[in-house]
């Protein structure tokens, strides 16, 4: 009788353990398959500084093809290079910039893009009256550069700069990327448009410039212009008009309204470390002598390496969030 029960309740123990064992034991799981994240994020937290810029050089095998719609119509009466008038105009400030001619281009300050310009003839400076600048809509900005352009390393050093040390990031080129920055070769000029203007924009880059002044004009094409061009600069630093000479006086004219946003805030006062700021001895008559002197103990000492503090501020307030 013993054995019988002894036989019974191993069999159900048996039938117990079995019914457990199909319910709990592990089942075997298939690994999701992981998709490729995009080259061109857009979200700064997901390109790591720098990490995009050191592949194959294919943002270097581009056509430039111009934005569209940057024809600028010229004012007849506007005065040619080659007059320099008696009386300084560019004292006084002006709804409309000046510009010079070069080619079909028309460059303002010294480096600022306007447009091209359509049956020109032998006119060499003309005035416009620009609209206001936009800004990008993300710190993630596609550029390209040129495949004529001698020394493209120089570029992928400034766009370093920016990727490593500021909110900014620089991606290469995608083929789905309406809006970019290109850097294209050009005879004589570094310059660039101020802010977003839309489709394949522009940053000129002449033999002679190298990484600091790729950097300034990186800051155009984020939307700054000059620190001595800003419209309260009376208040900071004062044009040695005298010391100047005339030929460059429209560099020192003041910017107007139209193409300043309007900032809030202390880290948009002036700034005497920028880099948007021209050393106090530019563009002198005679070499070292002051063209831009301050109001007050600061003292003018535009960075030579990269961006100011302030300048980087400015950005993460742009476009950090």
């Not at 352009?149 to 992928?156: C, G, H, Q, T, Y």
């Not at 880099?275 to 002598?289: C, I, N, R, S």
Request: glycine share 6%; hydrophobic share 35%.
């Amino acid at each position: 009788m013993k054995i019988k029960y002894v036989l019974f309740f191993s069999l159900i123990a048996g039938v117990l353990g079995y019914l457990w064992w199909v319910q709990v034991r592990p089942l075997k799981i298939e690994k999701p398959k992981l998709s490729v994240p995009q080259e061109n994020p857009r979200h700064q937290d997901s390109v790591p500084p720098g990490s995009t810029l050191r592949k194959e050089n294919k943002h270097t095998d581009f056509e430039y093809i111009p934005p569209k719609d940057k024809q600028i119509p010229l004012k007849p009466d506007a005065p040619q290079r080659q007059q320099i008038p008696e009386s300084n105009p560019f004292k006084e400030k002006s709804s409309l910039v000046t510009y010079d001619i070069y080619g079909d281009w028309a460059i303002a300050y010294g480096d600022i893009l306007l447009g091209k310009v359509e049956g020109a003839g032998e006119l060499k400076r003309a005035q416009h009256r620009p609209e206001k600048p936009l800004l990008w809509d993300s710190n993630v900005i596609p550029y390209a550069i040129h495949k004529d352009l001698k020394d493209p390393d120089r570029v992928i050093r400034a766009i370093n700069y920016y990727n490593e040390n500021t909110v900014i990031r620089f991606v290469p080129i995608q083929s789905k990327d309406e809006d970019a920055v290109v850097f294209i070769p050009h005879d004589s000029h570094c310059a660039s448009y101020i802010g977003r203007t839309g489709g394949k924009q522009p940053i000129m880059v002449a033999d002679k410039c190298g990484r600091q002044e790729l950097i300034h004009e990186l800051m155009h094409a984020l939307g700054f212009v000059h620190e001595h061009s800003r419209p309260d600069r009376i208040h900071y630093l004062e044009i040695v008009w005298n010391n100047i000479d005339p030929l460059y006086w429209p560099q020192f004219a003041e910017v107007p309204d139209s193409l300043i946003h309007e900032y809030r805030g202390s880290v948009f006062d002036f700034d005497p470390l920028s880099a948007m700021l021209y050393p106090p001895t530019a563009f002198a008559k005679v070499p070292g002598q002051t063209t831009l002197k301050p109001i007050g103990q600061v003292e003018l000492a535009p960075t030579l390496i990269g961006l100011s503090a302030v300048d980087r501020e400015r950005l993460f307030f742009l476009y950090g969030n």
